[in-house]
């Protein structure tokens, strides 16, 4: 992928997700000058999922997302396709967010330590919207792709999603749930089931957290669909038997275990293949979703706060919500590349404002 910097500002690509080198993780000492070029290579070889892509320039990667520079895209494989989930006009992108819009109407950015909370929701970039359903099974791959605004996802008529897959794809097995709440940069693999309903029904997708309403789904033609609901979905190899345990405070809105980001330092070294006991933890100033690169994790444990693992944190994970009070524990492997990643908080103002850390896969 080519990018070409027609902005007055620098940027990169980060492929949130991906497993890539070093040189195409779109790391801030990448930086690419306005006008200049850069080109992001690497092979994709990983589970199917929904991952997405996004500017990571130093100091400025709120700003950026923010005004639009973000987007999606859907790795698939063939353990998913034997599946039979449903495809086509049956299985839609749901990118949310929140935005504030200028008088002329165009997107505006106003930085808060505390993270950007804009004034409405859009989804796939939408104000309003809704979507002309079949009586069918669909299957919306959802991603927050706010700033830092926690949704508390629901629907209107008090049907339940059946929940299948999370950012690093299929869930082992199928959970049937009624509210999820997902950070910033998390990812949901949802089925949502219209059968039995008469057209004209009307179901909204909901954020109960904003009491805002997101997305009216309005049956609009009946079909026969018989689709099943699978049960067991993808095998998922536990990581076990962790070498050592680290320890990460998320401290105020701008540190990692005391230190304020330097591009030019790095902070610890991991050795490739090892796995690893990391301990994510925070005093207040949160939500702060923790989003390592380089690999995915396996949520463990929470206590404080919530004080469980909710469904929607099982399997492989990028990015993990972590609420005040709140450690969390999970287990990591770094088995694609060596080189230097990030991990940080996902809000974006904290990331911008200091809230990450390089590390090096030795
Ligand atoms: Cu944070």
Not at 106 to 112: C, D, G, P, Q, V
Not at 132 to 152: C, E, K, P
Not at 193 to 220: H, P, Q
């Amino acid at each position: 992928m080519n990018l070409g910097n027609g902005l007055s500002q620098e940027t990169t690509v980060h492929w949130h997700g991906m497993v890539v080198p070093t040189a195409a993780d779109g790391h801030p000492k990448d930086a690419v000058t306005p006008g200049g070029n850069y080109l992001y290579q690497y092979t994709i070889n990983q589970r199917a999922a929904l991952n997405w892509y996004h500017p990571h320039p130093h100091m400025i990667t709120g700003e950026q997302v923010c005004l639009g520079l973000a987007g999606a895209f859907i790795v698939n494989d063939q353990e998913e396709t034997a599946l039979g989930l449903p495809s086509g006009v049956h299985e839609v992108p749901l990118i949310v967010r929140d935005a504030s819009l200028d008088r002329t109407g165009n997107l505006r950015y106003h930085s808060r330590t505390t993270g950007f909370l804009g004034d409405i929701p859009l989804v796939n970039g939408t104000r309003d919207p809704y979507l002309n359903v079949d009586t069918a099974l669909y299957r919306f791959r959802v991603l927050n792709g706010a700033n830092s605004r926690v949704f508390l996802l629901a629907l209107g008529n008090g049907a339940q999603f059946h929940l299948i897959g999370n950012d690093g794809g299929l869930l082992a097995t199928k959970a049937t749930i009624g509210q999820i709440e997902f950070g910033n940069g998390e990812r949901l693999d949802l089925l949502v089931d219209f059968r039995g309903l008469s057209v004209g029904t009307k179901v909204m997708l909901r954020d109960l957290n904003s009491g805002w309403d997101l997305l009216e789904f309005r049956v609009a033609r009946s079909v026969t669909d018989t689709t099943p609901i699978p049960t067991t979905l993808s095998s998922v190899v536990p990581l076990s038997n962790p070498v050592r345990t680290r320890a990460f405070s998320f401290d105020g809105m701008s540190k990692i275990n005391g230190l304020a980001y330097d591009m030019n330092r790095i902070d610890f070294q991991v050795p490739f293949g090892q796995t690893e006991r990391w301990r994510f933890q925070t005093g207040g100033n949160a939500p702060h979703p923790v989003h390592v690169h380089g690999a995915s994790f396996q949520v463990q444990s929470r206590s404080g706060g919530r004080g469980v693992v909710f469904p929607w944190e099982g399997g492989w994970k990028d990015t993990v919500l972590l609420l005040d009070g709140e450690t969390v524990e999970v287990l990591i492997r770094f088995e694609g590349y060596r080189g230097m990643y990030l991990l940080h908080c996902h809000k974006l103002e904290h990331e911008d404002m200091g809230m990450m850390s390089n590390f090096q896969v030795v």
